[in-house]
């Protein structure tokens, strides 16, 4: 079965830190992959996304996610994280000409001062 | 430049009331659409997808329903609200399948 995990459900850093969010899917198809952002009572924005080629992604606000054919794996990074960091981040699968979009269960970033 | 909305913002109803959610897109033409539900604190789930007006495809079974009758707008609706509906129901949209989506606002609905 398709699956996305994100073993931490909630991840605690000190401002200036750097952070990594870790990512896991099983999936049978080349995988297209994701990370969104969700703000308290809002939606989801989009922060980067992986189709092919140089593993390592760049993203909005310095952010950066590394795809691992091996290890079945999307990390997202940040070298020094803001407090305006702190949010629920998502990290996504789907694959070409497919609709569905799988979720992991998400997790709770906050950045203390 | 693309925008999404929905409405309402929020909704407060009785079990066993109807609901209708909406969602427009404007500034693309003929996009892909879904329609998702998140439990609070919880995951996203994909409930409806459509890529043309007047079909919709669903996904899971909620006891809700969803069509799309123009282009640019997608509606989600039930005659009859269960306490498990309290959620976050957000619509999104993509240039085609296996591409990125993009999300709206949300709606928060909370069922009594």
């Known amino acids: 079965a398709q699956s996305v995990t994100q073993p931490d459900a909630r991840v605690t850093v000190s401002e200036g830190a750097s952070l990594q969010l870790r990512c896991k899917y099983s999936?049978?198809?080349?995988?297209?992959l994701f990370w969104y952002v969700q703000y308290p009572r809002q939606g989801l924005q989009l922060l980067l996304k992986?189709?092919?080629?140089?593993?390592v992604v760049q993203g909005v606000n310095g952010f950066e996610a590394e795809f691992s054919k091996s290890n079945s794996s999307f990390h997202l990074r940040k070298a020094s994280v803001h407090w305006s960091d702190s949010a629920v981040y998502f990290c996504?699968?789907?694959?070409?000409?497919?609709?569905?979009?799988?979720f992991g269960s998400g997790t709770q970033l906050t950045v203390m001062p | 430049a693309q925008t999404i909305h929905q409405w309402p913002v929020a909704e407060i109803k009785a079990v066993g009331s109807p609901l209708s959610l909406g969602c427009t897109i404007k500034g693309k033409s003929s996009p892909n659409l879904y329609w998702y539900w998140q439990a609070t604190g919880g995951t996203l789930q994909q409930l409806f997808y459509?890529?043309?007006?007047?079909?919709v495809e669903s996904v899971v079974q909620l006891n809700l329903s969803a069509s799309r009758p123009k282009d640019d707008q997608f509606i989600l609706s039930t005659e009859k609200l269960l306490l498990s509906h309290s959620g976050f129901y957000l619509c999104?949209?993509?240039?085609?399948?296996?591409?990125?989506?993009?999300f709206g606002p949300g709606t928060r609905l909370t069922v009594l």
């Open positions: 999936y049978s198809a080349t995988p297209y």
């Open positions: 996504a699968v789907a694959s070409s000409g497919s609709w569905q979009l799988i």
């Open positions: 992986y189709y092919s080629g140089d593993p």
């Open positions: 999104a949209w993509s240039l085609g399948g296996g591409y990125e989506q993009y």
């Open positions: 459509s890529i043309t007006v007047g079909q």
